[in-house]
């Protein structure tokens, strides 16, 4: 348990000692899970938020037809959560599964709630944490409606990479709204 890499993340948006850190520190919980596991299911509550120390997170809709859409994925040194569940207490829209197994720091909604009263460099960081969220799905939605299938995948190979070589393609290929012997094709390609 290293909260290194979770000061590292604080301090790259807003200017917080290490005393600093050492205060609010206590408002997160360190846990482990393993493949496989769920965090957060559709329908079920959420008021949790997670930091990805290690590992990999996906969240996921689970359509009428059964088939799974992938919303986000989720590796170190990012956050996930169904933020609609954590503010409003509404059931989730999304499940939050773990690709590989995970080492996450969460803090709970009343938690987040003190540290940002307490600690108002918080409340800003986190602003700026929903505001990249906020526009990162704004930008996800417009490639979705203005981009082919293969710009969106030469963009995510641009941009991470690593994500090939550690989510199934099956996952990638949810992830684009392809199928899998569509994203076989731009695949092979290269």
């Known amino acids: 348990m290293n909260s290194?890499?979770?000061?590292?993340?604080?301090?790259?948006?807003?200017?917080?000692?290490?005393?600093?850190?050492?205060?609010?520190?206590?408002?997160f919980r360190y846990t482990s899970i393993k493949k496989g596991d769920l965090l957060v299911t559709e329908e079920g509550l959420n008021d949790k938020m997670f930091f990805i120390e290690k590992g990999l997170l996906f969240s996921y809709k689970t359509l009428d037809s059964g088939e799974v859409q992938v919303i986000q994925f989720a590796k170190e040194n990012f956050w996930m959560a169904d933020l609609c569940s954590f503010f409003s207490g509404?059931?989730?829209?999304?499940?939050?599964?773990?690709?590989?197994?995970?080492?996450?720091?969460?803090?709970?909604?009343?938690?987040?709630?003190a540290v940002c009263g307490r600690f108002p460099k918080m409340e800003s960081f986190f602003r700026i944490n929903f505001q990249h969220s906020y526009v990162n799905t704004l930008v996800r939605l417009s490639d979705a409606y203005s981009k082919d299938t293969e710009a969106r995948y030469r963009a995510l190979v641009e941009k991470q990479p690593d994500l090939l070589q550690r989510v199934p393609q099956y996952l990638i290929a949810s992830y684009l709204?392809?199928?899998?012997?569509?994203?076989?094709?731009?695949?092979?390609?290269d």
């Open 4 to 27: 290194d890499l979770l000061f590292q993340n604080i301090r790259s948006k807003v200017d917080v000692s290490p005393d600093e850190f050492e205060a609010m520190k206590g408002a």
């Open 90 to 113: 509404s059931t989730a829209l999304f499940t939050i599964k773990a690709l590989e197994n995970c080492a996450l720091w969460e803090i709970s909604r009343s938690r987040f709630e």
């Open 177 to 189: 709204g392809v199928l899998p012997s569509s994203l076989s094709r731009i695949r092979n390609k």
